[in-house]
């Protein structure tokens, strides 16, 4: 699949590792320290915007996505010297779209017209809930009153806003989801992430639920009443399901995201940063080292803060390709896969077509409305050999 990386586009993700406190719930690499050294996590980003803007020249950057850990406590001129070496490393879309990901705290809302001036022009807000007993209950340092109070700043600062809710809490029915949904799609402007909460080994949630302490969690069946609840009411709102937890009015799609989806190239640069880059016509994933310290140190000494490079086949490309498109409501483009790959799929395609899961039509291959909820359950009897 040379150079397929272009129907998805080119985007950049740099992570920021750090928080105020770690989300019992939280599998991703943030951490909690004392100080942070602002610039010299700042020179190091711009080392390995450097660094990947060598060997990725000639493209357009069509996004920037500031991902966490929570970025909301970079510094404003941290974002603004990064971007500025961006839009100085690549041809930028005229419609480029630059996220940062924030906490919906007064803190972080000061920060808010600093990020605007830098040029981000997105925020994602980590709401979680709407309410007061349940942030507690997720470990969340906000009030239900500090997140709406950010978000009115965030409205009116920024040009799109996000934001993040869980469902299937503890202690959580249909009815309650139904009307906090229902808040939630009031407040929102063009997107909502909506995310099953789910129990993570190595979480603090993981450790409670292990030892039978994690008490009043939704069954299956509920869960499963509760996504369908969310495509109905999001849905009628105008707010299309356009992949399993990311609803959006028509034109509002996370680009970012989409590129993942998609499966577009792009790179990704901070401790524990992934990445998928295509160079000289062969496709890589990348990797870096997890540990924060251990990354800077690296990056010093180095130059680079890649620790691994590993070349995928036209296999392992077909696999990621339908583990991520298959998310989207759009689907796959059947004629991306190379035709070795796509006749070991076709029989298990048909079988699954059969009982209802996918469909193909026009050449998209796409999850039914049946197969959504179940989507991993459907990937694995595609893939699996």
């Known amino acids: 699949m040379p150079e397929d990386?272009?129907?998805?586009?080119?985007?950049?993700?740099?992570?920021?590792?750090?928080?105020?406190?770690?989300?019992?719930?939280?599998?991703?690499?943030?951490?909690?320290?004392?100080?942070?050294?602002?610039?010299?996590?700042?020179?190091?980003?711009?080392?390995?915007?450097?660094?990947?803007?060598?060997?990725?020249?000639?493209?357009?950057?069509?996004?920037?996505?500031?991902?966490?850990?929570?970025?909301?406590?970079?510094?404003?001129?941290?974002?603004?010297?990064?971007?500025?070496?961006?839009?100085?490393?690549?041809?930028?879309?005229?419609?480029?779209?630059?996220?940062?990901?924030?906490?919906?705290?007064?803190?972080?809302?000061?920060?808010?017209?600093?990020?605007?001036?830098?040029?981000?022009?997105?925020?994602?807000?980590?709401?979680?809930?709407?309410?007061?007993?349940?942030?507690?209950?997720?470990?969340?340092?906000?009030?239900?009153?500090?997140?709406?109070?950010?978000?009115?700043?965030?409205?009116?600062?920024?040009?799109?806003?996000?934001f993040d809710l869980i469902y299937a809490r503890q202690g959580q029915s249909l009815d309650t989801w139904r009307a906090e949904l229902h808040h939630a799609l009031s407040m929102a402007i063009d997107h909502l992430s909506l995310y099953q909460l789910t129990i993570e080994e190595g979480t603090a949630f993981g450790d409670r639920y292990a030892a039978g302490k994690l008490r009043g969690l939704p069954d299956d069946d509920a869960a499963a009443d509760m996504y369908a609840l969310t495509q109905d009411v999001c849905g009628a709102a105008g707010f299309t399901g356009y992949e399993v937890s990311n609803h959006a009015k028509p034109g509002y799609e996370s680009l970012h995201n989409q590129i993942y989806w998609r499966y577009g190239d792009y790179a990704g640069i901070g401790p524990g940063a992934h990445g998928r880059v295509t160079v000289g016509g062969q496709r890589f994933a990348t990797e870096a080292p997890m540990g924060p310290a251990a990354w800077l140190a690296q990056v010093n000494k180095t130059g680079s803060g890649e620790t691994d490079r590993a070349w995928l086949s036209t296999d392992d490309q077909m696999s990621e390709f339908l583990l991520m498109g298959l998310r989207l409501t759009e689907g796959v483009d059947l004629g991306r896969i190379p035709q070795p790959q796509y006749d070991k799929i076709n029989i298990k395609i048909k079988a699954l077509e059969d009982m209802g899961m996918i469909e193909k039509n026009g050449g998209q291959l796409y999850l039914t409305p049946q197969g959504r909820p179940v989507l991993n359950a459907v990937l694995r009897e595609l893939l699996m050999d």
Request: aromatic share 10%.
């Open 5 to 162: 990386w272009e129907h998805g586009g080119f985007g950049l993700y740099i992570h920021w590792p750090f928080c105020q406190a770690k989300c019992p719930y939280c599998d991703f690499n943030s951490h909690v320290v004392a100080q942070i050294d602002q610039k010299a996590w700042q020179a190091a980003y711009l080392s390995e915007i450097a660094r990947v803007g060598s060997e990725t020249q000639g493209r357009i950057l069509r996004s920037v996505f500031f991902g966490g850990g929570t970025p909301s406590m970079m510094d404003a001129s941290v974002v603004d010297a990064i971007l500025t070496k961006v839009r100085a490393t690549w041809s930028c879309a005229n419609d480029i779209e630059i996220t940062l990901e924030a906490n919906p705290t007064s803190v972080e809302a000061e920060r808010f017209s600093g990020y605007r001036d830098a040029g981000v022009n997105r925020v994602s807000m980590g709401i979680q809930a709407l309410n007061d007993a349940d942030l507690r209950a997720l470990g969340r340092l906000h009030t239900a009153g500090e997140a709406f109070a950010a978000f009115d700043i965030a409205r009116d600062v920024f040009e799109r806003v996000s």
